[in-house]
């Protein structure tokens, strides 16, 4: 396997007329005439070219267009990278953290060695400039992303690492914006490292795999510890889903229970946050099988796993205040002659028995039992994330992630910190009337409804293990992988979470 590519990211203090770079990406608003100082600078040393770009119509600044201008001896830049930030009013920082991504995503295509981002020059004063940097560094490491560690033909191959930096005249502004680079490089390295573990298929990924990469993680830091339990430890302990689930396998299920405990605040006087992942490393449906076409891609569907596992790695490395749980069941769902099977009751961590109608929904068998072991540790917040149901990706598309949960303040405290990072979520019930049709009559619970209301039934079964808790469920079948290429992002796993989490984690710990 080959390395994912290396991206370094730092700010520079540059005069802009005579700045040596590869490309020097700038942005654009679609419905603003008159171009900015920097802008027009560049436009009169170009010899008017950016004004005859927008005036031909080749480039209208539309959202995420992009296009390039080669420099010339007045200016120092090789190329001058325009990148459209739509319209004026309805600019966001998603839309510079998109740019980024754009302007990455070309550069590593041209196969140019450095980045010079100065997107953030047409922003104005209407932006917290940390907040810039961050969203810049985020990008920057999303758009150069592209899953190729098994492409073993070097020739004509990319550059094994890029250069981005932010770039400013004023030594003031680089600074407010690189302590946003500092924290954007986290999450944007963590979002990555998510990528590549959840884009890697099942024969390289199983749990005991998933396992290894959690203490390698608490190996290397300070704050985090990590206990896996085996199956001779699930049977133990009682877990009896996640043994189903993983029974069918030759690859063994395990819990992993990581833990962070901040170094810089003394841990008890904080709350307690579980975040809990579904880690399935492949989902054949076991007994109760998926048809044959698009099965590949349930290699993806130990995303919600990996995001908590990456999640982990983001708050260890910002040594956020706060006391996380990162709970991910792992098990790959096979058919065989060892495998559980409908009709099997199955009595779960929680002492609740299950009646499985459906192999094939296995999320919740594995879920229950990780919810339940965090109700069990007194965690004052659950969030749970898995690519739990086929029918959350019918309701909303590849663009939102289904939002359940029992508490309003915490539904908000999710809805905000998606606005924050960019990774859209919606909200859904899980409701009684969704619960009632998940009872059995030979066991306390069956696995699955009827055929609607798919998520909701789903949420509501995760919604009877949480005990005490306060607990919000976010079902992100529908996006966790981009199946083509975008303007911003390559194909495979989003890393979805990550960016959300650690946004929801950070302004926890910042409100106590
Ligand atoms: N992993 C799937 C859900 C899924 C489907 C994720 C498509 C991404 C894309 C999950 O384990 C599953 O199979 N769910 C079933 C539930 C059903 C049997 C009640 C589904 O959605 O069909
Ligand atoms: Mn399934
Ligand atoms: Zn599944």
């Known amino acids: 396997m080959k390395d994912i590519i290396e991206v370094g990211l730092k700010t520079r203090k540059v005069d802009f007329s005579k700045i040596k770079t590869d490309i020097l990406a700038v942005g654009l608003f679609s419905d603003v005439e008159k171009l900015d100082s920097l802008n027009a600078m560049l436009n009169k040393a170009l010899g008017g070219a950016i004004q005859d770009i927008l005036k ?14 080669y420099g010339n001896e007045k200016v120092g830049a090789k190329r001058i990278m325009l990148i459209g930030l739509g319209e004026k009013g309805k600019v966001t920082l998603d839309t510079i953290r998109k740019a980024s991504a754009v302007a990455a995503k070309k550069t590593v295509e041209l196969k140019a060695k450095t980045l010079s981002l100065a ?20 990008g920057a490491y999303y758009g150069s992303y592209s899953y190729d560690e098994f492409i073993t033909e070097s020739e004509d191959g990319r550059l094994g690492s890029l250069k981005v930096e932010i770039v400013d005249s004023d030594s003031n502004k680089i600074k407010n914006m690189n302590k946003g680079i500092v924290i954007g490089t986290v999450i944007g390295q963590a979002q990555c490292y998510s990528r590549t573990i959840a884009n890697r298929p099942g024969n390289i990924i199983y749990p005991e795999k998933v396992a ?46 990581l833990k962070h405990k901040p170094t810089s605040k ?11 992942g579904k880690a399935i490393t492949f989902d054949s449906g076991g007994i109760s099988i998926k048809p044959s076409a698009s099965m590949d891609e349930m290699k993806f569907d130990k995303s919600g796993g990996i995001a908590i596992l990456s999640t982990m790695k983001a708050i260890a490395e910002l040594d956020l205040p706060l006391n996380v749980y990162g709970l991910i069941p792992s098990a790959e769902n096979l058919p065989s002659g060892s495998s559980y099977r409908p009709g099997d009751i199955i009595t779960t961590f929680s002492g609740k028995t299950v009646e499985v109608q459906n192999t094939d929904a296995e ?66 019930p899980s409701s009684e009337e969704y619960a009632e049709e998940m009872k059995s009559k030979i066991a306390d619970l069956k696995n699955i409804g009827t055929r609607w209301g798919g998520a909701c039934t789903a949420a509501a079964f995760l919604k009877q293990f949480v005990g005490e808790s306060k607990w919000a469920h976010l079902d992100v079948a529908g996006v966790d992988l981009i199946s083509g290429a975008t303007d911003y992002a390559s194909e495979g796993s989003t890393g979805f979470g990550v960016r959300l989490l650690v946004a929801f984690l950070k302004n926890m710990a910042n409100s106590k």
């Open 212 to 257: 290894g990469l959690a203490k390698e993680l608490a190996r290397k830091s300070k704050s985090l510890t990590c206990t896996v339990f085996n199956d001779k430890q699930l049977k133990e302990k009682g877990m009896g889903g996640i043994m189903a689930v993983g029974s069918g396998s030759i690859h063994k299920p395990v819990f992993i229970v």
């Open 119 to 138: 997107l953030h020059n047409a922003l104005g004063k209407s932006f917290d400039l940390s907040e810039v940097g961050q969203a810049c560094a985020e």
């Open 56 to 69: 031909i119509g080749d480039f209208k600044a539309r959202e995420r267009a992009c296009t390039i201008i």
């Open 266 to 276: 003394k841990a008890n006087s904080l709350p307690t946050v579980a975040i809990v």
């Open 363 to 428: 999320g919740r068998m594995i879920l229950c039992d990780a919810i339940a072991y965090a109700a069990k540790e007194k965690c004052d917040i659950i969030v749970d994330m898995a690519t739990l149901t086929g029918a959350c990706m019918v309701a909303l598309g590849k663009h939102m992630a289904g939002l359940m949960g029992n508490d309003d303040e915490l539904m908000k405290q999710i809805q905000k910190a998606s606005e924050e990072s960019g990774e859209k979520v919606w909200p859904m």
